[in-house]
T-cell receptor
C-alpha cells in the first residue's frame, strides 16, 4: 500500500490568487493523479502527473489554470491559478498501487471568497 | 459516453438492517470494478474490487458486491449494517480507452446508520 500526505489540508483564499497543493507519497510510484471533488458530485480527474514530462489533462482542464509539477516518483504539486469561487472544492491526490488499486490522500479543502 | 451511476445519494438505516447500494456503469470493453469507502474524517480507501472470475466478490468488514454483466451492474451489499458503517461509498470503473487506463467514479452514496 501507499501512504499519501497533502499540504495544506485546507485553505481560504481570495479571488484572483493562486494556491499550490503538495502531495507526498511514502514510496516511489509510477502514476499520480489529481482529482477534484465538488459537493454532491463525483470525483473528477483533473490530470495525470507524469514524472519527467508534462501532465496529461482531462477534457475541461487546462495547464494554465492547473499547472502540475512532478519532479520525482514520490512528489507532485497542483497549482490552482487565478482562483474564483467556482474553484472551491476538495482537491485529492492519488496514486496507483498494485493491481490498479488507487490510494488517496486526505484531500485539500479549498474555499475561495 | 463512459459513466457510472449510483442511484441512492443518501441512505439512512437502523443497525442490523440489510444494505444494498446500486451501481450501474456504461463503458465499452473490459472493465474492472471497485467500491471505495470514505469514513468521516478519513481517506478514501478500497472496500472491494472485481477483475475477473467469480462475479460475487467479498471485501472488508463483511461487504460483498455482485457483478452482473448483462445488467452492467455492480451492487454493494451487507446483510447487517453497523453504526461504524456510516460513511460515503463510491463505485468506480476502470477501463482502457485508446490504450490508456481511465478511472471513472460515481457520485457517491452517503450512508447513515442509526444506533
Amino acid at each position: 500500500s501507499a501512504v499519501i500526505s497533502q499540504k495544506p489540508s485546507r485553505d481560504i483564499c481570495q479571488r484572483g490568487t493562486s494556491l499550490t497543493i503538495q502531495c507526498q507519497v511514502d514510496s516511489q510510484v509510477t502514476m499520480m493523479f489529481w482529482y477534484r471533488q465538488q459537493p454532491g458530485q463525483s470525483l473528477t480527474l483533473i490530470a495525470t502527473a507524469n514524472q519527467g514530462s508534462e501532465a496529461t489533462y482531462e477534457s475541461g482542464f487546462v495547464i494554465d489554470k492547473f499547472p502540475i509539477s512532478r519532479p520525482n516518483l514520490t512528489f507532485s504539486t497542483l497549482t490552482v491559478s487565478n482562483m474564483s469561487p467556482e474553484d472551491s472544492s476538495i482537491y485529492l491526490c492519488s496514486c496507483w498501487g498494485p493491481v490498479e488499486t488507487q490510494y488517496f490522500g486526505p484531500g485539500t479543502r479549498l474555499l475561495v471568497l | 459516453a463512459q459513466s457510472v451511476s449510483q442511484h441512492n445519494h443518501h441512505v439512512i438505516l437502523s443497525e442490523a438492517a440489510s444494505l444494498e447500494l446500486g451501481c450501474n456503469y456504461s463503458y465499452g470493453g473490459t472493465v474492472n470494478l471497485f467500491w471505495y469507502v470514505q469514513y468521516p474524517g478519513q481517506h478514501l480507501q478500497l472496500l472491494l474490487k472485481y477483475f475477473s472470475g467469480d462475479p460475487l466478490v467479498k471485501g472488508i468488514k463483511g461487504f460483498e458486491a455482485e457483478f452482473i454483466k448483462s445488467k452492467f451492474s455492480f451492487n454493494l451489499r451487507k446483510p447487517s449494517v453497523q453504526w461504524s458503517d456510516t460513511a460515503e461509498y463510491f463505485c468506480a470503473v476502470m477501463g482502457t480507452t485508446s490504450g490508456t487506463y481511465k478511472y471513472i467514479f460515481g457520485t457517491g452514496t452517503r450512508l447513515k446508520v442509526l444506533a
